[in-house]
């Protein structure tokens, strides 16, 4: 048991985490950044869900490009095969729950 602060968490670089649980195969990471992320596919679904700050998330659907404005407790669910790619408006924390390994 142990209680994590997310506030509290930064990382040395962009998109660094903590690994809070690996259940079976299926990650929780606290993510700090500054930074975009590379557009990309997940190993499966993803859902990504704001602690800290706004994230603009892009994604795609029928080859065109859409986003959403997030903010703390908003969650973006990445179905299996969605594009997408987050870009932070300055910092943020974000929970990730993902596939062992997704990029």
């Known amino acids: 048991m142990r209680v994590v602060r997310s506030r509290d968490f930064t990382g040395s670089k962009p998109w660094e985490s903590q690994l809070i649980a690996n259940m079976n195969g299926i990650t929780t990471k606290l993510h700090w950044?500054?930074?975009?992320?590379?557009?990309h596919i997940n190993d499966g679904?993803?859902?990504?869900?704001?602690?800290?700050?706004?994230?603009?998330?892009?994604?795609?659907?029928?080859?065109?490009?859409?986003?959403?404005?997030?903010?703390?407790g908003d969650i973006f669910h990445a179905s299996e095969g969605t594009?997408?790619?987050?870009?932070?408006?300055g910092e943020a924390r974000i929970l990730v729950v993902e596939s062992e390994g997704s990029v």
């Open 33 to 39: 950044t500054n930074k975009p992320y590379i557009w």
């Open 45 to 72: 679904q993803e859902v990504f869900a704001v602690l800290d700050g706004h994230v603009e998330m892009f994604y795609k659907v029928a080859g065109r490009t859409e986003s959403e404005l997030l903010g703390p």
């Open 83 to 89: 594009e997408h790619v987050a870009h932070p408006v």
